[in-house]
């Protein structure tokens, strides 16, 4: 009878996930030869590809797609056996994705109380903004994540978090300026679309002068008062203000739900979604 090789099946998960064997071989702790070398193996033994190959990376194949189905459910169901059996709790890797302010702000308060109960549970984070997040939880390249999401009052939404100008000061010279300079995420994302608007809806005139997902680039450009940016309450750090209430249109509230990328996900999945559910909304 022939037999698959776990360890095999498990590298292949992660390279399937992370679209990339050099990343790949980053997370799992092994050469990029070596891991090339085991999904040969694997090919050889299906006796099917399982990957295009490319020089931006690797995408599955159909045979691929529908291996990455069962090798996940076969791997969720050892590793909820060594639990078991072994009775020392939760062990696995589960893969989060978050947007760098619920990162900075909830994840340490968060992920404290998970990892003490659960310290064999491996956490592998990918910080991104909701826009990119989704694609990655359809194409099961994570497994579960914090989204933002418009409407706060949704039965999806496990924490509100309200939009605030930020800057210098809490009413900083610039503010004078005919074309108020701003810095925001990209446009697709929620704090753009809503300090435009909330900018249009009183007719203030304003101009984008930085545009970045990178959240320490926004807080960079507002420290230096070049601009003012739009931040969560919460994420706000110490030594940047909110600006004044009634020298900026209001900016409205939004929602944090949690999406998962499996229907019947593994029991780390599961553990690590109810853990958020529960102490997400005590965090500061």
Known sequence: MRNLDLSLLRNFTV???AGSISVASFQVGRTQSTLSMQMQRLEDFLELA?????????????????LLVHAEHLLAGHDEILADMGGSGLKGSVTLGCPEDYSIAFLP??????FERHPDVELRMVCAPTTELRPLLQRRQIDIALVSVPDAASGEVIRSEKFVWVGKGSEPEILSRTALPLALSAPTTLDFRAACSAMEGISRRYRVAFASNSLAGLIAIARSGHAISVLTETAVPADLHVISAGLLPELPTIGIALELAEPRPSSVVTALADHIRAVLPQVG
């Not at 308060?109 to 998970?114: D, K, P, Q, S, T």
């Open 109 to 114: 308060a968060v992920l404290e109380g998970f």
């Open 15 to 17: 390279i399937a996930r």
């Open 50 to 66: 399982l990957f295009h190959r490319t020089g931006s990376g690797v995408r599955l194949t159909a045979a691929g797609e529908k």
